[in-house]
């Protein structure tokens, strides 16, 4: 099992007001699965997904990462494990604008320390098969929003995660792009990286074995889509 | 492509790439302005401080000695004991290591007394070794006396502030009253105006023949006050008067012109708090500027530093991509605050930009006296406090949550 949550609870409070974004979530997701969150505005499902990501830490509950407890490890323990077991892909691309897509593609690699050479050869493939090569030296801002994506999907992947957590990949993108971006994810997906994906569009969830619906801060349902072997 | 090993300074220098079209870069243009200003400001007062100190301190040296003196006495006395040139330290004062020249030298009070004035005063008598090149700046008007006559000049030199008392000018002659008993009394004549502008001197200190003095005091020409030493390197007075004590004759005395004038080489005495205050304002301006410009940086930068945090950099590397930016503007305003400071001293030095009343100050105009190493020390603090305060506003990333700045883009 790659990620497994215990009774977890997320409680913001701000100025005094408290909100619950998660009740009582109990989930696992195993190495080479796709999972879909979806809901309704407001249920919870990027409050569950940066708990997954260790972005946050729950209020109550364990979180089990890769066999270890991490739910209360302090940050640069879970920047560890981000660093070298987890890639992001945003709904709004987050590249970082003065850096070309070539150089965001690398960064995770940088602190990664790995060399020059084979940087440059990883992310040479990896922009190849996304069919970003010929943006190399163009920023962000200069590309399409599907290309960003891309190249967003790309940077999450460059250090060969175990888990991509994807927050609305194709909310920013027009369907034919969308699409794309979700044929790339179940490629990443079918050569064993696990997959999840918070998304409010059904046609995205179909590409996924797994839907997971939440109300109000609970898991409500869980229905198995697809079987792999 | 060149892409530097280090993840943060990789990034830094890309943020810097891409200026101009924030609101930070304006900041930042205010931050290495008011850098640069800061440090020109601190290396001029500086080096004016140091114009100044020099300047007033060869204003002393053209009536004191670096070093004094006379006979060694246990209590005050007020006639002057006679020491003899034949002394060991007079003749040979040559072979001590350090010493320039020696001048015998004899103070005698007196009145001065023209038939509408009378003026309290010193002479101060000077023999054929005077090294009168040094009193010579200080003249207004007139020439120095003549010593070279057989007989004792009744030449002396007054001070401006003496000849402007008694209305003297070049030329005429007036009665000394020697206080002895009995009194005595000498018709002398003007020979030169000086002026110093310290008034330790200009109040007190008339120039004349050492051999007046011998006469009146019926001393022989062996028999002088004392002996004035000018050493090589002033910056070695402590040492060279080491040398001089092993070297001089037991029934001496010596003394620092830094004992004796202690008001004007004493730096916490001469440094003004007010100056303090100014230079403590510009340390806190600057240091404002680069935490302000260090904030707004950072705050610009929410959702990079929460992409960054997702992707798994730690506090410390983010950390550093903003400590090398505020590097850079403090680099780049030490540059132009010192080639100002520089360029300012080199235009004020040639071409008096600033000029100052002689009558009120003791030069005409503001002297920039440059010193490498207090250049150097003044860059270097203010690297080290500007650094340290530059620390203070990274340390907030620590407490960004990825997620919060990711999700208030
Ligand atoms: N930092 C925060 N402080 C206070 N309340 C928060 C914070 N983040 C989220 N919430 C609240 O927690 C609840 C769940 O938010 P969350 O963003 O997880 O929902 P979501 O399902 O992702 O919504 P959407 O589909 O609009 O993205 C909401 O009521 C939200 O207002
Ligand atoms: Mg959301």
């Not at chain 1, 929003?145 to 609305?168: T, W």
């Not at chain 2, 120039?207 to 005091?217: A, E, M, P, S, Y």
């Not at chain 2, 004007?264 to 100056?275: G, K, P």
């Amino acid at each position: 099992m790659l990620l497994q949550l215990i009774n977890v609870e997320k409680t913001y409070s701000n100025f005094g007001i408290e909100t619950v974004a998660l009740n009582d979530i109990n989930l696992s997701v195993n190495q080479g699965e796709f999972v879909s969150i979806m809901g309704p505005s407001g249920c919870g499902k990027s409050s569950l997904l940066n708990i997954m990501g260790l972005l946050d830490k729950p209020t109550k509950g364990e979180v089990i990462f890769l066999g270890d407890k991490v739910s209360q490890s302090n940050s640069s323990k879970r920047a560890f494990l981000r660093r070298n077991h987890i890639g992001f892909v945003f709904q709004s691309f987050n590249l970082i604008e003065e850096l070309t897509i070539y150089e965001n593609i690398e960064l995770p690699l940088m602190y990664l320390k790995v060399s020059a050479s084979e940087r440059k050869k990883r992310v040479g493939e990896l922009m190849e098969r996304l069919h970003i090569a010929h943006k190399s030296n163009y920023f962000p801002q200069q590309i399409s929003g599907g290309q960003q994506q891309r190249a967003a999907v790309a940077r999450a992947l460059i250090s060969k995660p175990n888990l991509i957590l994807a927050d609305e990949p194709t909310g920013n993108l027009d369907s034919a792009r969308g699409q794309e971006v979700m044929e790339m994810l179940v490629e990443l997906n079918e050569e064993g990286t696990s997959v999840v994906m918070v998304t409010h569009s059904s046609t995205a969830a179909e590409y996924s074995q797994r839907i997971i619906h939440l109300f109000d801060g609970q898991l409500v349902t869980e229905n198995l889509k697809r079987v792999t072997n | 492509m060149g892409l530097s090993k280090d993840f943060s300074l990789f990034v830094a220098s890309r943020l810097r790439e891409n200026k101009g079209k924030n609101f930070s870069s304006l900041i930042a243009r205010i931050a290495v302005g008011s850098i640069a200003i800061g440090i020109a400001v601190m290396i001029l007062a500086f080096a004016i401080f140091a114009g100044f100190k020099h300047n007033i301190q060869e204003k002393i040296f053209s009536l004191a000695s670096h070093i004094q003196a006379k006979k060694w006495v246990d209590s005050y006395s007020y006639e002057e004991i006679p020491v003899s040139t034949q002394l060991d330290l007079y003749q040979n004062a040559a072979e001590i290591p350090g010493v320039e020249h020696i001048q015998v030298y004899s103070r005698k009070a007196c009145i001065l007394k023209t038939d509408l004035e009378v003026s309290g005063a010193v002479m101060k008598g000077v023999g054929t070794d005077y090294d009168s090149a040094r009193f010579n700046k200080n003249l207004i008007a007139g020439s120095f006396i003549d010593l070279d006559k057989k007989n004792y000049s009744t030449e002396i030199v007054v001070s401006n502030n003496i000849a402007k008392r008694l209305q003297l000018s070049l030329g005429d002659r007036l009665s000394v009253y020697f206080v002895q008993d009995p009194p005595r009394v000498r018709r002398v004549t003007v020979k030169g105006i000086y002026e110093t502008g310290i008034e330790d001197f200009d109040d007190l200190i008339i120039i004349g023949d050492i051999r007046l003095i011998q006469r009146l005091n019926d001393w022989d020409s062996t028999q002088v006050g004392g002996f004035e030493i000018f050493i090589d390197d002033f910056d070695q007075l402590d040492v060279v008067f080491e040398n001089v004590w092993d070297a001089m004759d037991p029934e001496l005395g010596i003394s620092k012109v830094t004992e004796m004038y202690m008001q004007f080489f004493d730096w916490f005495i001469m440094l003004n708090r007010n100056v303090v205050v100014v230079l403590v304002v510009i340390l806190f301006v600057a240091g404002f500027n680069v935490i302000s410009v260090t904030l707004i940086m950072i705050t610009e930068r929410t959702n990079m530093i929460g992409t960054l945090k997702a992707l798994g950099s730690s506090n410390g590397q983010i950390r550093k991509i903003f400590v090398y930016n505020g590097v850079r503007l403090i680099v780049k305003g030490l540059v132009l605050g010192n080639l100002l400071a520089l360029g300012f001293g080199f235009l004020q030095n040639q071409f008096k930009l600033i000029p100052l009343d002689p009558s009120n100050y003791y030069m005409d105009a503001v002297p920039v006296m440059f010193d490498t190493s207090v250049i150097l020390l003044t860059n270097l603090g203010f690297i080290a406090l500007i650094l340290l305060i530059l620390m203070i506003p990274t340390y907030i990333i620590a407490r960004f949550q990825p997620i919060k700045a990711i999700r208030f883009s």
